[in-house]
Antibody
Framework: QVQLVESGGGVVQPGGSLRLSCAAS????????IHWVRQAPGKGLEWVAFIRYDGSNEYYADSVKGRFTISRDNSKNTLYLQMNSLRAEDTAVYYC??????????????WGQGTLVTVSS | EIVLTQSPGTLSLSPGERATLSCRAS???????LAWYQQKPGQAPRLLIYGASNRATGIPDRFSGSGSGTDFTLTISRLEPEDFAVYYCQQYGSSPPWTFGQGTKVEIK
């Protein structure tokens, strides 16, 4: 079955950096786009970034553009989110979520359980 | 950026009742690329509906979606105890950002 397991969260000071990982299994990773979506404590969902199945295109929310970088290693079935210049408002649970296949435009269907990032001094 | 506004903010109903949740977009959603998710406390969201009206794999038929353009609805025909949760709509049109609504909480009356 489809599994997405995030890791790399933790406590970081404002201005610091963190790299999240998402290990995927149960599907052909290289055929699917993948999203990062976050949720601040007690708040709603915020889409953060998306990368196409082959890594050819990346898309970002304005709130993270220029600070976060999404990437993937299809040989390792792993997605990454490099987060730099972190701010208090980046504090959230970060989910990776499987998007649609290369040949079909679909929303995120399977989600990981999330990893908590806390930006605090 | 397309802004999605969900209403009501909270819906207080009893098991067995019908729930009707609304999602209104600030501009037309491309090709009805509108999805609905359910989220329970401490859990990841679960996809319920995509393409405005298509049930995702394994979703019971008491959940249905409708609408087009700027107005969309999620209907739960008869609420089961496990349906009390927060529901989000999301538009996933051809251009980012792929925004979410602020959520509707369905609580037990």
């Amino acid at each position: 079955q489809v599994q997405l397991v995030e890791s790399g969260g933790g406590v970081v000071q404002p201005g610091g950096s963190l790299r999240l990982s998402c290990a995927a299994s149960g599907f052909t990773f290289s055929n699917y786009g993948i999203h990062w979506v976050r949720q601040a404590p007690g708040k709603g969902l915020e889409w953060v970034a998306f990368i196409r199945y082959d890594g050819s295109n990346e898309y970002y929310a304005d709130s993270v553009k220029g600070r976060f970088t999404i990437s993937r290693d299809n040989s390792k079935n792993t997605l990454y989110l490099q987060m730099n210049s972190l701010r208090a408002e980046d504090t959230a649970v970060y989910y990776c979520a499987k998007g649609g296949p290369a040949w079909q435009w679909l929303p995120p269907d399977y989600w990981g359980q999330g990893t908590l990032v806390t930006v605090s001094s | 950026e397309i802004v999605l506004t969900q209403s009501p903010g909270t819906l207080s109903l009893s098991p067995g009742e019908r729930a009707t949740l609304s999602c209104r977009a600030s501009q037309s959603v491309t090709s009805s690329y509108l999805a609905w998710y359910q989220q329970k406390p401490g859990q990841a969201p679960r996809l319920l509906i995509y393409g405005a009206s298509n049930r995702a794999t394994g979703i019971p038929d008491r959940f249905s979606g409708s609408g087009s353009g700027t107005d969309f609805t999620l209907t739960i025909s008869r609420l089961e105890p496990e349906d009390f949760a927060v529901y989000y709509c999301q538009q996933y049109g051809s251009s980012p950002p792929w925004t979410f609504g602020q959520g509707t909480k369905v609580e037990i009356k």
